[in-house]
């Protein structure tokens, strides 16, 4: 009732619900001894009673029976995943967009980890005196360029040659493996072409490095900024900080799904929740997607709609291989 509401609710309330069958002072004894155990407060001395964290996560470890999406749910979270170019990083891009909008909470994703990434394609192309562009493209159907001024105009024949060397040394190699000392070894072999396009090599590196930052997106900023129930100044310093106060929350030692609340500690938004759930990719930790909204959210429906997206999420973007052994869970992992 209070989820719905959002008032504190007194025994006469739940009394007059169609399952209940007890006196509003039994009721009123129960919710008493609630609040002595710490799963329930009173805002006021009149008013009726309101959950607090340990009595939201009493519900939701312990009692919440979470909704079972109908065919129709699915199929519009289904939709929400037909991308033009269905690359783990833009999936989860419009999932999160589409959880924002459904939830009408922010979306929080870690995008997809660079450990199942190669290197297929890297291009220098030429846009105007001594400016060049370098490309480069990965095996997750990821793309990145890079602007190069140089000192002087490459030939074409020093451009084949770069083109040529690329493909011979780094084409299949993952991409958090290219390391500035691969990179100084490559220009080092290149013998005759060092000055010229060392510096692009170095472009290259950096390039490499732009991919495998994981960088914590927020879809729905609006949302949360709207809220009345969340500290507005609070919402702004997670949004100046999220990747230093998300990062550690959304690294991969966790369950599969977890709740995190603001009274959780090491997370600055107070009166709020934090839904996150893992996406794999062949049986390993890959990203994560959720949600962070106020802490009177409707779990029972909102969880099933995180775990969906996860689990289409993984299935999209796994080959459909035997998952290698995962090692086991830390005995100090974050549980729901």
Known sequence: MYIVSGEPVGSKAIA???????SPATIRNDMAMLEQLGYLEQPHTSAGRIPTYSGYRLYIDELMNARTLTDEDKKLLDECLEVDVPTADALIESASKALAELTHCAAVVKNVAPKF?????VEVIPT??????????????NIKNKVCRLEFDLTNEQMEFFSRYMAENLQGVAVDELSEEIIEKLVEAMGAYMVTLAPLLKGVCELADGFKENEIMVAGEKNLLARQDINTNQIVQFLENKNEVVKEMLDDSFEDLQVVFGEDGGFVIENSSFIVSKIKKDGRTAGSLGIIGPMRLD????????QYLTERITEMISDGEPPPAESPPNKNDKKT
Do not use: E, Q
């Open 16 to 22: 007059s619900l169609p399952d209940i069958r007890v």
């Open 299 to 306: 779990y029972a429906k909102i969880i099933p709609y995180v």
């Open 117 to 121: 990434s190669v290197i297929t394609k």
């Open 128 to 141: 105007g005196k001594r400016m060049y562009v370098l490309l480069m493209i990965t095996s997750s159907g």
